[in-house]
């Protein structure tokens, strides 16, 4: 009898009601009036209606970015100062963190990640990992393009000190969990940039990789120029060749 | 060895180490910076003072790290502790950085919230 009313109460609790996931998409946008109101709307439509929410973090963009979402109301947080892309994260991550969701997405502004891919990196997070990357890489195989090199670059970097091979390591469109959110929210030197994924696989994350497919940018400049990109790979390889590992790991 | 520092050194060096000095004391005079920022300034000069006005110690000090001449023992001297300014400022712009990105986020954040709470209160409003 007693041995049943155990077996019993093991069934129940693996039945236990567990409340669907709070997802946060977190939009970053500077200067993107030409194509925001259609990502935004695209996003809208292509989401599961429950439990998904979206904030788009206006970098003080000197276009009609406030303006537009002001008038389409869209749910944004408007920066009084330009912080570049890792400023206008944290700030999204922020918000997450202090409304209580469970799992923060970010992708472009300029539409090139498409959103039919969030539930699948959901997923993944769903199944026990702390980051969910959208690769275009994972199936597919990695042209050989002088952005491609830099890209080659890192992913060994990152092999080579944490062990762990991530097959697009620039790749804009992750998914972190609960306890990513509140360190890359609430610390110094977490942009939301492959040093610091590499970071955290040292500290333990399990960082799991989708397919995804991503277009090209339509309309409005990217963060990167030639010479931006030359000098973001130099960093990032620094932070992760010479740095991250003389960081404290708890 | 000959002890004499030129002359004309040492009237520069004084020269340099008074005006420093007094262009200090006057930005605290007038409150354009902080005492605590200046004192690394203010004891500088004074001790660039006290080279120039008795170089006896400063042949003692070169003669004992090594150095042949004196003024290369100054000039070397000056360049570590420039060294060391610089270094001390990068961390001091770069916690400013960070302080400023801070506060900016949370001003976003606070505008935010402001907003989300009158569009609540306006809604609340019009159903009455």
Redesign the interface.
Known sequence: MWGATVIFKNILSTWEYSPPMRVLVIIPAYNEAESLVQVVTDLKRKLPPEGYDYVL?NDCSRDATAKLCREHGFN??????N?GLP?AM??GF??AY?KGYDVAVQIDGDGQHRPEYIPALIAEIEKGADIAIGSRFLTHPKPWTARMAGSRLLAWAIKLTTGVTLTDPTSGMRALNRQQIADFANN?NYPPQADAIAYQIKRGAVVREIQVEMDDRTTGASYFSFVTSIKYMMQKLTAILLIQGFRKVK | MNFVITIDLQILLALCSVGTFVYAIQKIRKSKVRIDDMIIWILGSLILLVFSLFPRFVFWAADLVGFIKPVNFIVTGVIFVLLILLFRQAVALSQLK?R??DL??E???L??DLEDEKAAVNQKNKEF
């Open positions: 973090v944004h947080i408007n920066l009084p100062l912080l400023g944290r700030t922020r918000y202090r110094m | 960070e400023l990105s900016t986020q001003i976003a954040l505008t935010k």
